[in-house]
């Protein structure tokens, strides 16, 4: 089983960027597909981006797409999620997870079997 953890979250401005990084431990990663989510304050925990075990297919939320990059380094059991332009409304705790590789596009908290910490990011003026 996958032990993860997130760290690179902290403060912005709106407009700024930030990088997220997810460690992986205890199993060879290139066998499971990775997702990130986030949950707001008051929010239910939403899908933001995956990718595929190769690192071959990513996917996007409406909301995040065109301003964030998801990445896998199956070498150095790393995942990462690049964020730019942000905006307030981006502000959330940020969730790395992981399931068993398969066809499907899941984009459901349910989905994903192994979960890091979540790491603050907040975006303020």
């Known amino acids: 089983q996958p032990q993860l953890v997130e760290s690179g979250g902290g403060s912005v401005q709106p407009g700024g960027s930030l990088r997220l990084s997810c460690v992986a431990s205890g199993e060879t990663l290139d066998i499971y597909a990775i997702g990130w989510f986030r949950q707001a304050p008051g929010k239910g925990r939403d899908w933001v981006a995956c990718?595929?075990?190769?690192?071959?297919?990513?996917e996007y939320s409406d909301s995040v797409k065109g301003r964030f990059t998801i990445s896998r380094d199956n070498a150095k059991f790393m995942m990462y999620l690049q964020m730019n332009n942000l905006t307030p409304e981006d502000t959330a705790i940020y969730y790395c997870?992981?399931?068993?590789?398969?066809?499907?596009?899941?984009?459901?908290?349910?989905?994903?079997?192994?979960w890091g910490q979540g790491i603050q990011v907040t975006v303020s003026s």
């Open positions: 997870a992981a399931r068993p590789s398969s066809s499907v596009v899941e984009v459901t908290t349910a989905a994903y079997n192994y």
């Open positions: 990718i595929g075990s190769s690192g071959r297919v990513d």
